[in-house]
């Protein structure tokens, strides 16, 4: 199902005169993926704290929430889960106006009002001053929208599923051409080098040059597969592992986004030039 999904969506961006490549394909599912991942991350933590009894604390507003503009929903039907109720959800020129005009301001705001950069927020904030909405019909992105939500970010076996079809999209953006080819570093000579290095639990991984952040997230795979972990050795791969830095713009939104389809909440990935910095200082 999740390979005839993306199969889908690229299928709706080849039709659309603002997206003409791979990269462009790669760029535009990046930033839906990342606000229906966002929409699934929050609504599992508003689960968790009402069965702790605890108020959920939303991070985007309501208006701006998946389920309110993207994908409003009808009704829960326990065959097939969620029902769209397609009378409320944006389409054609409104659906664009409301992304272009009201949805992509609000997200880079969050970059101001972020606590630290290795918060969400912050990635909200900067992956969504970096790129922008390539998709100009209204019709097209309903199209591809709806695509998007058919995706599941439930079980570790539908993230495992959708991080490979993510790094197979990689794959594709590398081979397109010239440009895109120093992104993708093939995944079976960065696991060798992997299992060469053997990382350990509490050491620091960093990739000064992330590109697709390959690296990281084979670093983390390997990690994670580890006998015996416990649940401070996973905070400790959550929160205090794993670091890069990235200059282009569309490789550092992609590396986010690849983290977080392999299990890492809020990567801590730097938008930077990493050979500008002094490194005496």
Not at 126 to 131: L, V
Request: charged share 30%; hydrophobic share 35%; net charge negative.
């Amino acid at each position: 199902m999740f390979e005839q999904a993306f199969k889908n969506i690229d299928d709706a961006l080849h039709k659309e005169a603002g997206c003409a490549s791979e990269l462009d394909y790669a760029e535009q599912t990046s930033w839906l993926l990342f606000l229906k991942y966002l929409d699934s991350l929050e609504r599992d933590k508003a689960m968790e704290a009402e069965l702790e009894g605890k108020q959920h604390s939303f991070i985007l507003d309501e208006e701006y929430r998946w389920e309110s503009w993207a994908a409003p929903i009808l009704r829960q039907s326990s065959g097939t889960g969620r029902v769209i109720d397609h009378n409320k959800a944006l389409v054609a020129d409104d659906l664009r106006d409301f992304v272009d005009r009201r949805l992509f301001p609000y997200l880079h705001g969050f970059k101001q009002k972020a606590t630290g950069p290795d918060t969400i927020e912050f990635k909200i904030g900067q992956i969504f001053g970096e790129i922008k909405n390539k998709i100009h019909s209204g019709y097209i992105l309903r199209d591809i929208i709806d695509h998007i939500d058919e995706l599941r970010f439930g079980s570790q076996t539908e993230k495992h599923e959708l991080s490979h079809l993510y790094e197979a999209k990689i794959k594709n953006m590398g081979n397109a051409g010239r440009n895109g080819g120093e992104y993708y570093t093939p995944r079976p000579l960065i696991r060798a080098m992997v299992r060469v290095v053997k990382p350990e639990i509490g050491q620091r991984i960093y990739d000064g040059a992330v590109g697709s952040a390959g690296f990281l997230c084979e670093a983390f795979d390997y990690l994670k597969g580890r006998p015996g972990l416990t649940t401070s050795d996973l905070k400790t791969l959550q929160e205090r592992s794993f670091y890069g830095k990235e200059k282009k713009s569309l490789a550092y939104v992609i590396a986010i986004i690849n983290m977080i389809l392999h299990g890492i909440e809020a990567p801590d990935i730097i938008h930077t030039n990493t050979l500008t910095e002094n490194l005496a200082s």
